[in-house]
């Protein structure tokens, strides 16, 4: 007996030392998160809650040392994991371990028009942030592309809000399954760079929530995710990173997102503001986001000491504190404190696989027809019909990974177009450089001098008269007032005396395919002088297989427009209402072509784009047959099934976009002539021939009642336009919606 009572004695000892003790529950990862969120909240001072919401470096926030919650590293961009940047400058660090696989730009993932590529590139990208050790990535991008002359569109998913909602929620998915946060940005309403950081945007709620809101709608309610970030500008008169609208209202409100709102870097303003409508994290504060630095301490940022005197002094309820502070918990126990995320890997064979897939699905085949009898459509290019391959121009040589800003990126491997035709069509290919744009710069362009410009111009022209065929490899580039962060285009036109350079080569040789790299619409005064246009996106570490892969015919392309080319700029609805419209007056801009944007506007206006939304060409031709409707009335709740059988009529498989687009024949408020509303990426052997189906619900003929303040889908008769794109249509059907 007194045996078991010493041993239940020793027993009780033991279990109470404090080895023995009961693990904390925010430490128990068999726990909920929500569990754990509000065990740490409950054990945390105000001060340490208020460390949460703010920086602690350029690119990270502090954790809670003292019960060992870890910080939060953040990390640029889109497109690949930026370099490591230096503590608390925008320098870089120098390391030697942080060279990155470069996935081409979302222009082009959005140009696959296939969900499965932004799965596989997710996957890719957030296995790199993983490996790299970050816990927030910042992007995807998916402000609507509202004008040709934005300088960050080539970070963004197109015009379309129906092609951005499905194509960016896969990508958050895949990111976050490595215990890495997307960060969707930039919201909202950022949808260019002239006055970034304050320019104040006045739009209906018509255009808000059904242009430029879905895309961010579906990375919270469809994609899930974990981090938004605030955009720069001020939507009707509040900064968007503490506007109550964007923020409380919708976002937290209306769409129950339970994540952080982390500030574009440098895009908070005020304390009370912040403090008050829904802003989480604050970074970057007192610097430009870019190149400018902060002459503040981190103690200093408008969520720091000024946000703690204002709780101490009961200026702002404390239930602010709690809510900011339970979202960064949330996302630090869904990263960095995620015992069960993987570990990520780097640069791998795999990564450059799905870099080139990506890029080879997204590539855009925009003409690829005989100029007379004596020239043929040029594509594909059969090497073996020539000696001499002339490549021109400064793209195919030129590191376009570099520049653009914030998603620029440091790479292991970037194969160039012109290395990329070497190793297709061997000692073949001549290489003149043709044009010069000058170094990689934020600040100003280099000015060219004109003896420079003349004699590239010269030397091309001369090779260019005794080659069999021409391959031009130009577009913009990542230069400031191109394809680049923090400003826009001042032109439509092809940058660097291109055109004129083109119009010489084409006076001497008719023979000539054209592929430009760019994420934004160009001007092409010479597209009926040539054959075939190839529009080749920003394709990252393997552009130059990839532009070689389809320009040989090894790839069948298969890339649509996720944006209108219009032929002059004053085609585009941006461009039509004056200054106020585009870029605004420097303090307010009112974006008056209201729900018109891009397609929309050149349907309803019926001003044809030179290259249309949707469009893009194959090396195979396909047909479509009529469209069949399961019913020719649809009653409210019902849903209408559309199929319509399409055939590979061509001699090579190929893959091909069915598109359906839906019409509103009358409605009380005025509606585009018709709206994305389906797409489906099928491959197709030769002679192979499948049944496509879409179904239609009631929520896909709805629009945005602003009196009303609610979706409506009005009785009436609606038109269902099913094509290869938005002005390709192959097959039209009527219903009525009772
Ligand atoms: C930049 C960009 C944003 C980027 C951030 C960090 O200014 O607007 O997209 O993620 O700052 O570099």
Redesign the pocket.
Known sequence: MKKQLITVFVMAILFALPGKAQKPVYLDDTKSIEDRVKDALSRMTLEEKVKLCHAQSKFSTSGVPRLGIPELWMS??PHGVREEILWNSWGVASWTNDSCTAFPALTCLAATWNPNMSAIYGKAIGEEARYRKKDVL?GPGVNMYRTPLNGRNFEYMGEDPFLASTMVVPYIQEVQKNGVSACV??YALNNQEIWRGHINVELSDRALYEIYLPAFKAAVQKGGVWSI?GS?NKVRGQHACHSELLLQNILKGQWGFDGAVIT??GGAHDTREAALNGLDIEM?SFTN??TSESVFTYDDYYLAKAYLKMLKEGKVPMSTIDDKASRVLRLIFRTSMNSKKPWGSFTSEEHYKVSRTVAEEGIVLLKNDPLSKKIPALLPLDGAKYHKILVVGENATRRLTEGG??SVLKVKKEVSPLVGLLAKYGDKVVYTKGYESGRVMYENIDKIPASVVDSLRAEAIKQAMDADVVIYIGGLNKNHLQDC?AGDRDSYALPFGQNELINGLLKVNKKMVMVLISGNAVEMPWVKDVSSILQAWYLGSESGNAIANVLSGEVNPSGKLPFSFPVKLKDNAAHSFGEICYPGDSINEEYKEDILVGYRWHDTKKIPALFSFGHGLSYTNFSYGKAIISDKAMAEGDSLVVTILVKNTGKIAGKEVVQLYIGDEKCTLVRPLKELKGFKKIALQPGEETVVNFTITADDLKFYNDQASKWIAEAGKFKVYIGSSSTDIRSKIEFSLQ
């Open positions: 640029d961009g910042l940005k930039h970030m720069y574009d870097w970057g986001g870019l800003g914030s962060e």
